[in-house]
């Protein structure tokens, strides 16, 4: 069960948007709609941002939006806030065996 | 309101047996559908899903580290407890429980605030 892949890093000025890649396999990412991303500020407990692919919780901002393409899921920061710095992890359901995998983080950086 | 805590101890030593509780409100594991579930995260490393009990009792496990875990549920007590065997010092993390499975979506939505578990003699 190997963790879905995404770039360490990633940045933009604020009012600009920024696009964080999650690449899986048919397995997992490619072969369900149950793809969701999380928020996690530092010290703090992950918060749900997406999820089903492009869904948004209530409440959180119509800035944040998820899509998918194949094996590999995508999120979108618009509008760059300065609250939006923080570490971002996909997650995926990888069917019944291996069951449920995360990424392995993205740590998106306000300029 | 949907409220999640994990307890458990802080420190343990390396081989011996970790269990952690996670007590939780606002919702109950009796509805169809509904599973918590513990994710954990090693210092400056990324989340890792280890465990999930059902409603039904239905329990799944990380294939990784599946001949080490338990995971056993009190729907009265609205508690799931996780049990971790022959601890190493690599398994040193801030360990979550988080609540899966609502209205029938898989993924995590309310989460716990964390337990760090350091493993050291």
């Known amino acids: 069960q190997s963790a879905l892949t995404q770039p360490p890093s990633a940045s933009g000025s604020p009012g600009q948007s920024v696009t964080i890649s999650c690449t899986g396999t048919s397995s997992d990412v490619g072969g369900y709609n149950y793809v969701s991303w999380y928020q996690q500020h530092p010290g703090k407990a992950p918060k749900l941002m997406i999820y089903e692919v492009s869904k948004r919780p209530s409440g959180v901002p119509d800035r944040f939006s998820g899509s998918k393409s194949g094996n590999t899921a995508s999120l979108t920061v618009s509008g760059l806030q300065a609250e939006d710095e923080a570490d971002y992890y996909c997650?995926?359901?990888?069917?019944?065996?291996?069951?449920?995998?995360f990424g392995t983080g993205t740590k998106v950086t306000v300029l | 309101q949907i409220t999640l805590k994990e307890s458990g101890p802080t420190l343990v030593k390396p081989t011996q047996t970790l269990t952690l509780t996670c007590t939780f409100s606002?919702?109950?594991?009796?509805?169809?559908?509904?599973?918590v579930g513990w994710i954990r995260q090693p210092p400056g490393k990324a989340l890792e899903w280890l465990a999930l009990?059902?409603?039904?009792?239905?329990?799944r496990y990380s294939p990784s580290l599946k001949s080490r875990l338990t995971i056993t549920k009190d729907t009265s007590k609205s508690q799931v407890v996780l049990t971790m065997t022959n601890m190493d010092p690599v398994d040193t993390a801030t360990y979550y429980c988080a609540r899966f499975g609502w209205s029938g979506s898989l993924h995590f939505d309310y989460w716990g605030q964390g337990t760090l578990v350091t493993v050291s003699s």
């Open positions: 606002g919702f109950s594991l009796s509805t169809s559908g509904v599973g």
């Open positions: 009990i059902y409603w039904d009792d239905d329990k």
């Open positions: 997650s995926s359901y990888a069917g019944s065996n291996n069951f449920y995998v």
